[in-house]
């Protein structure tokens, strides 16, 4: 059985007789990037600000690494990396002075690991330029790096694609994989980019009103395996003769949900009436619409 890293029990923050997060328990595995999504207001942020201490919990336990955070505060952070909301860094300095300013505030970390962190985000070939004249992307890449530099056992990143354009979101979500499945680190990471969040996450716990409505794989989340369970999937016909082919199929639109089973049964009625068939494509359930499903779509944030 794999060991968690972070164990989270009964994790609840209320203020002023609201509940803010309410009796909550996960855990990150080793080597996994887990997804955290929710509505407007669902309590993430909420939720990654207690697991990392900068607000304090009204109930529940934090472990990371085996340590209880209660019982040694500096112990279990110090196997933690986290960027909360946008990495700051002094702009009139060089990346690598930045670095080297961080690597101060923790032992054992030498100018040899500077340089592979640098190597590890792809910030190499600019990491002695004055981060004023680093993109958004760049910036975000050496937040990544100090995160890094400690060899932290697991990543804690809050909305880390905010602000960064298409390349600049798969970058890190690159970097983010790499990290999970080469490094064995684990990866906590919440976003209301869905699309990103289905090709980067292995797990997907969704939220909503302060609970934990869901922990599921991606494959489970988004039905995948719909035609192994006997669930319905969305077919589409193309043909060339559209209206001949919704009576033969009975149906106000050529769009249908059916079982996997039906569809060489439909194309043959289809065939048999003479009706060419150009195409059938299939689809299952996005992330996105599960996370509606679940969340009676609420906003994302």
Request: charged share 25%; with cysteine.
């Amino acid at each position: 059985m794999i060991q968690p890293v972070v164990e989270i029990r009964g994790l609840t923050k209320e203020i002023g007789g609201k509940v803010l997060v309410d009796d909550l328990s996960l855990d990150v595995l080793p080597g996994e990037v887990l997804g955290l999504l929710g509505p407007n207001g669902a309590g993430k942020t909420t939720t990654i600000r207690m697991i990392v201490g900068l607000i304090s919990r009204t109930e529940g336990t934090v472990t990371i690494g085996g340590i209880d955070l209660d019982r040694d505060f500096e112990g279990a952070l110090a196997q933690v990396g986290a960027i909360v909301e946008n990495p700051e860094m002094y702009k009139f300095m060089t990346g690598w002075q930045n670095l080297l300013h961080f690597a101060r505030m923790s032992k054992g970390v030498t100018e040899q690991r500077i340089e592979e962190v640098s190597r590890l985000v792809g910030l190499a070939p600019r990491i002695h330029d004055r981060v004023k004249t680093y993109s958004l992307g760049m910036r975000q890449r050496l937040g990544l790096a100090q995160a890094l530099l400690h060899r932290p056992r697991v990543l804690i990143l809050d909305e880390p694609t905010n602000g960064l354009d298409p390349a600049g979101i798969r970058e890190l979500r690159d970097h983010l994989r790499r990290l999970a499945e080469q490094e064995g680190i684990a990866v906590l990471v919440s976003s209301h980019l869905l699309a990103e969040m289905e090709l980067m996450c292995d797990r997907v716990a969704v939220m909503q009103n302060g609970q934990l409505v869901r922990v599921q794989t991606l494959r489970e989340m988004v039905g995948e395996n719909a035609a192994e369970s006997g669930r319905a999937l969305q077919v589409t016909f193309e043909v060339d003769d559209e209206a001949a082919a919704l009576a033969v199929l009975e149906s106000s639109t050529l769009t249908l949900q059916i079982p996997r089973e039906q569809i060489p049964h439909l194309n043959a009625k289809l065939v048999g009436a003479g009706i060419g068939v150009y195409g059938i494509r299939t689809s299952a359930k996005t992330l996105e619409d599960k996370f509606l499903e679940l969340t009676g779509g609420g906003g994302i944030g």
